[in-house]
């Protein structure tokens, strides 16, 4: 069964950092591109960003690039966003994804609140 | 890319069929001749869930009442007798030209 779980949520001030982590399991983890996906209150889906099965290559959205980085150990089957310079509308669920054949399993959302 | 998701709400009576819209602003067919848009559920204080990859592709355990068709940048996703289970926000995703986009989203509700 595959799982995702994601944590390192929590609440932090304007310009403060944070790291993010989703472990993974019941796949072979470096087989597959990874993503993040967020959702502010209320709100639609908008995704953040992914990186490649060995961590060569990353994309990311206008929104974050710059300020946010994701990284991946695979012999820990760990996918990491590290988020920095937040600003209050980083402010959402972060949800890690799968991506077989088109964002095929999530995760079940870690929350960031970002206000001082 | 633009990704235009229509209606915004969608009130159903049970048993109805229903359909959902997702234009692009650009062709979402990649180099190697497939077209990559799909379709997620979220229920409230749910995650997404999988429907429809790469256009008409339902992911495993999905029942055969969903399907998605289109070509190019103009597709539909339909369910052809709307079940309690369904109500939700149906959100429709390009995933061939960065940064990947999502509609934004329509409220499937009774009626």
């Known amino acids: 069964e595959v799982k995702l779980v994601e944590s390192g949520g929590g609440l932090l001030k304007p310009g403060g950092s944070l790291k993010l982590s989703c472990v993974a399991s019941g796949f072979t983890f470096s087989n597959y591109w990874m993503h993040w996906v967020r959702q502010a209150p209320g709100k639609g889906l908008e995704w953040i960003g992914e990186i490649e099965y060995d961590g060569t290559e990353t994309n990311y959205a206008p929104s974050i690039k710059d300020r946010f980085t994701i990284s991946r150990d695979n012999a820990k089957n760990t996918l990491y966003l590290q988020m920095s310079s937040v600003r209050s509308e980083d402010t959402a669920t972060y949800f890690c994804t799968l991506s077989a054949r088109g964002f095929d399993y999530w995760g079940q959302g870690v929350m960031v609140t970002v206000s001082s | ?111």
């Not at chain 2, 998701?5 to 497939?34: E, F, W």
């Not at chain 2, 848009?37 to 355990?61: C, D, E, M, Y």
């Open chain 2, 1 to 111: 890319v633009l990704v235009t998701q229509t209606p915004s709400s969608l009130p159903v009576s049970l048993g109805d069929q229903a359909s959902i819209s997702c234009k692009s602003s650009k062709s979402l067919v990649h180099n190697n001749g497939i077209t990559y848009l799909a379709w997620f559920l979220q229920k409230p204080g749910q995650l997404p869930q999988s429907l429809i990859h790469t256009v008409s592709n339902r992911f495993s355990g999905v029942p055969d009442r969903f399907s998605g068709s289109g070509s190019v940048s103009d597709f539909t996703l339909k369910i052809s007798r709307v079940e309690p289970e369904d109500l939700g926000v149906y959100y429709c995703l390009q995933y061939v030209h960065y940064p990947l986009t999502f509609g934004s989203g329509t409220k499937l509700e009774i009626k």
